[in-house]
Nanobody, 114 residues
């Protein structure tokens, strides 16, 4: 079955960096687009970035120039490099795959605070 496991979250000061990773299993990873979402306290879950199966990327405007999504099809992983982090980036970050139905990981907490 499809499994998505995020890692790499933590507490970081404003202006700092974190790298999130999503380990995928149970499907042919290289064939599917992958997405990162986030959900801040009291807010709806929002889309952050997409990487398609050919490596094309797209980002929400608020993270453009700061976040970079990437994938390693040999390792079945997707990463999100987050630089110049701001307090408003604080959220639980989720990876998502649509393999027939939508699948979510369990999420990883990112807290940006001094």
């Amino acid at each position: 079955q499809v499994q998505l496991v995020e890692s790499g979250g933590g507490l970081v000061q404003p202006g700092g960096s974190l790298r999130l990773s999503c380990a995928a299993s149970g499907f042919t990873f290289s064939k599917y687009s992958m997405r990162w979402y986030r959900q801040a306290p009291g807010k709806e879950r929002e889309w952050v970035a997409t990487i398609d199966n050919s490596g094309g990327t797209n980002y929400i405007d608020s993270v453009k120039g700061r976040f970079t999504i990437s994938r390693d099809n040999a390792k079945n992983t997707m990463d999100l490099q987050m630089n110049s982090l701001k307090p408003e980036d604080t959220a639980v970050y989720y990876c998502r795959a649509r393999v027939g139905v939508i699948h979510w990981g369990q999420g990883t907490q990112v807290t940006v605070s001094s």
